[in-house]
């Protein structure tokens, strides 16, 4: 997975170096690379950015910088697609991430300011992505947003294989809830199952857990999915049991 990115802070993606990702950078399965607009401006000023046509607060991103660090990275990463960050975007979730994952590389546009001039997502954008119905003060944070989501997903990443497929999301679930040492802490214990070492009734147990948190926070991921036989008792067993 060949990551590029077009920043005006490429040293906010330091933090991509660190974990998981870090170790994937480091094991190859994933590559970053940083193109700075301000190196393809031509003033003695570095100019990115300029007013806005038809008035209005703050600055807006100039195309030609922006078109040749694109250009760069286009030619460095041929078949990867250009992807902007910004809330007018298709929103991303796990499923997205799935998707991306099994793309060979990606270019993602980070911009700053109000945003970038309209003429660079009309010749140059090929998809638009928000991670979320909010405003942030650049793209940035959002492209890391996504390296992570999809680094993660990547074949050998993960050290346990199958957690990733256990995490909730993969299987339409919210996650069951984890325990580690101490097993009594401050009177509260780790339930009994976890310590039996039956590992079919542990896993029963969590899908139990999954389906029970699901139903009380986010009803609406259980209206898409279908549940088996057992998984419909379970959640059945789970309701009974919560409303005492
Ligand atoms: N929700 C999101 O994914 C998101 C993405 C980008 C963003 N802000 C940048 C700054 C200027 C413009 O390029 C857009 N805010 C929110």
Redesign the pocket.
């Known amino acids: 997975m060949r990551f590029d990115v077009v920043t005006l802070f490429p040293e906010m993606f330091e933090a991509a170096r660190l974990g998981v990702t870090g170790k994937a950078l480091d094991t190859g399965k994933a590559s970053l690379k940083l193109w700075n607009p301000r190196d393809y401006t031509d003033d003695t000023h570095r100019t990115v950015d300029d007013r806005p046509y038809g008035g209005g607060p703050g600055m807006v991103?100039m195309v030609e910088p922006l078109k040749a660090a694109l250009q760069e990275a286009k030619a460095a990463a041929p078949g990867s697609r250009v992807i902007?960050?910004?809330?007018q975007?298709q929103r991303?979730d796990q499923m997205a991430a799935r998707e991306m994952a099994a793309r060979d590389g990606m270019i993602l546009l980070?911009?700053?300011?109000?945003?970038?001039d309209e003429r660079l997502v009309d010749c140059c954008v090929d998809e638009e992505?928000?991670?979320?119905?909010?405003?942030?003060?650049?793209?940035e944070?959002?492209a890391m947003?996504i390296m992570d989501a999809v680094t993660r997903l990547l074949p050998g990443v993960l050290g346990h294989e199958d957690s990733a497929q256990q995490d909730s999301y993969m299987n339409g679930l919210l996650d069951f809830p984890q325990y580690t040492r101490p097993d009594a802490l401050e009177g509260r214990e780790v339930p009994d199952v976890l310590l039996s070492g039956n590992h079919a009734a542990i896993g029963k147990w969590r899908l139990k857990q999954a389906l029970g948190r699901t139903w009380l926070r986010r009803p609406d991921l259980l209206e898409q999915r279908e549940l088996s036989e057992e998984e419909q008792r379970l959640l059945e067993e789970f309701i009974r049991t919560h409303q005492g």
């Open positions: 991103m902007y960050l910004t809330p975007g991303f980070a911009g700053r300011y109000e945003g970038i992505w928000s991670i979320g119905d909010y405003v942030l003060s650049g793209g944070l959002a947003v």
